[in-house]
């Protein structure tokens, strides 16, 4: 067990015992002087014969004591039950990953986007004492998370990325230069580096001039190129066909080199090629690891334990006992009645310990009744627990598990809430978070199972479990939507059949039933104005379309 101390500085108060023993040795001195001046010292000895000096000695010890144990709950020892506090050397390294459709495109195998994904992963690996952030972008930039030291939860992020996750397509560059930008600390000119990776399809003017403003406040800015020059199709994910433009023609996507090169030329950093993960990895370490770095000493995860509440019971003990005492000598009776005394104040003072205990037996009986499954069992005694201590987190967690056999899931979830809000660790919150995914997972509530599944991950992004059934989910999730998109159609089918077959019914009716041609009532030169009239408007259209295709521009929308 690694003890510290979180406020040293209340040491020095303890400098204070010494001159608590020089007042108690000048209070015997004149004790003894007095006695000397009140007259004989045989009679004085006489008078006070019922007077113990020992006790009074012991009366001053326990004080003394009591005092040191206050001292030290002000200093409050403590034992790490999380990270301990480390100091790393580092940089603040943020990555900008291209999320457009374009990045779909398979001239890399499986495509762009999820090489992108595996070789980020890795060089997050690498950057073991660096803090990492994301920013994905396609039309637009969004910070995905912000600067952490917490490389699981980046990962995470990061494995989550996808084209569905910036709505606006396109590919600007300078939008996600400007999102890195302001994610660093602008106070520091040095330690900071960005990691840009796209096919930089779309010629961005606006990338260069932020990349150099971003080289003068000293951040690194790194492009990587992936994709091919002579270009690719890709696939939508909408109509599961080959991307066209408006005019029917089939999308080629190309990677573009020279802008990126440019980019990571202004921005003082280097541009590589994507050809194989672990040489781009070692390429960038390599570049990341050749920049200055500095010492930062951390301890924001860190979750301790403390222990100044058993000193500051062990010093109310003390001052009882020391109130308790007196002076006086006594006789058989009164020291019994002092015993009798002391066991009352303890079995007062510690009916919590008492309490506790009777809590304990009642979850092991629970948990030996889960054991048989006898489930109803286990629930009562769960419920005892927590009827006596609603902020027990294992009753919580017990409890929901054990409605959770029994069929009952919207208490069984209701429980494990209850235990992420009363759990003292973070691995116990991540326990409640995951067996609560696990619930709504097989009731097919999928949304809120992701939920829970990525707050059991933020809280241990090491449960592999946990990881695994988030990819569980969102997968069914994607088949889920798939599938009502698909049953959408079919039921619309059907309908639209039978629409059809109702208006060419009626088509039919009309003309059967045409009414015969009534005689016109105009004049002939009422029907030459009007005639007029008509290409007058007509030619006033034709002029006005005109005017809004010249105006337009003649490249297509991009929407990849």
């Known amino acids: 067990m690694n003890l510290s101390f979180q406020h040293n500085i209340y040491f020095i108060i303890l400098a204070a015992i010494p001159v608590l023993l020089l007042l108690y040795a000048m209070v015997l001195g004149w004790k003894k002087r007095t006695i000397k001046k009140i007259g004989d010292e045989r009679l004085v000895n006489e008078l006070i014969k019922n007077y113990s000096p020992q006790k009074f000695a012991l009366k001053f010890v326990l004080v003394l004591l009591a005092f040191t144990a206050t001292v030290f709950a002000l200093v ?3 034992s790490p039950k999380g990270i301990e506090k480390v100091n790393r050397n580092g940089i603040d390294v943020m990555i900008a990953i291209d999320v457009s459709k374009s990045m779909l495109a398979q001239d890399i195998k499986p495509n762009r986007l999820d090489r992108a994904k595996q070789a980020l992963s890795k060089l997050i690996d690498k950057l073991s004492n660096d803090r990492v952030g994301i920013v994905v972008f396609a ?78 406040e000293g951040i690194v800015v790194n492009t990587v190129g992936i994709g091919s020059p002579q270009g690719s199709t890709f696939v939508d ?25 440019k980019i990571a030329e202004k921005g003082n950093g280097t541009y590589q090629l994507f050809t194989n993960t672990d040489d781009l990895v070692s390429k960038l370490d390599a570049q990341l690891g050749s920049m200055d770095q500095r010492t930062v000493t951390e301890d924001s995860l860190v979750n301790y334990k403390n222990y100044f509440q058993y000193f500051l019971l062990l010093a109310l003990i003390l001052l009882v006992v020391e109130l308790l005492i007196s002076e006086k000598k006594r006789s058989q009776i009164k020291k019994a009645a002092v015993l009798t005394s002391l066991f009352l104040i303890s079995y007062f003072l510690f009916p919590a310990t008492a309490s506790a205990q009777n809590e304990k037996k009642l979850i092991k009986t629970g948990n030996e009744a889960y054991e048989k499954k006898d489930y109803e069992n286990a629930i009562s005694n769960y419920k005892q627990v927590i009827g006596k201590t609603p902020a027990n987190a294992t009753a919580q967690y017990n409890l929901g598990n054990a409605l959770y056999k029994s069929k009952k899931t919207d208490e069984a979830i209701q429980s494990y809430d209850n235990a992420v809000a009363n759990a003292d660790s973070k691995i116990d919150r991540s326990r409640s978070f995951y067996n609560k995914g696990v619930v709504l997972q ?32 969102l997968q069914q999730q994607k088949q889920q939507q798939e599938k009502q998109k698909k049953d959408k159609k079919q039921d619309k ?68």
């Open 76 to 78: 409050n020892l403590r």
């Open 139 to 216: 039309g637009r930039a969004y910070l995905q998370m912000p600067l952490t030291g917490d490389h699981g939860a980046a990962k995470m992020y990061l494995s989550s990325a996808s084209t569905e996750v910036v709505p606006t397509q396109g590919t600007v560059i300078a939008d996600a230069l400007k999102m890195c930008y302001a994610s660093f600390n602008s106070k520091e000119k040095k330690y900071k580096a960005v990691v840009l990776i796209s096919d930089g399809e779309d010629h961005d003017e606006g990338a260069l001039k932020i990349a150099a403003q971003m080289a003068e």
């Open 237 to 261: 994910e909408l109509t599961n066909q080959p991307k066209t433009d408006n005019e029917g023609n089939l999308v080629i996507t190309k990677l573009n080199e020279e802008e990126l090169k």
């Open 442 to 473: 097989n009731n097919e509530k999928l949304p809120e199972c992701i939920d829970a599944y990525k707050n059991a991950l933020k809280l241990n992004p090491q449960d592999e479990d946990a990881r695994q059934n988030l990819q569980k989910a």
């Open 493 to 560: 089918k059907p309908e639209d059949d039978q629409k059809k077959k109702e208006k060419d019914k009626q088509k039919d009716e009309e003309k059967n039933q045409q009414p015969k041609p009534q005689p016109s009532k105009l004049t002939k030169q009422d029907a030459e104005e009007k005639l007029k009239a008509l290409l007058q408007q007509e030619k006033n259209l034709q002029d006005r379309l005109r005017k809004v295709n010249a105006a337009s521009s003649a490249k297509p929308e991009k929407d990849w």
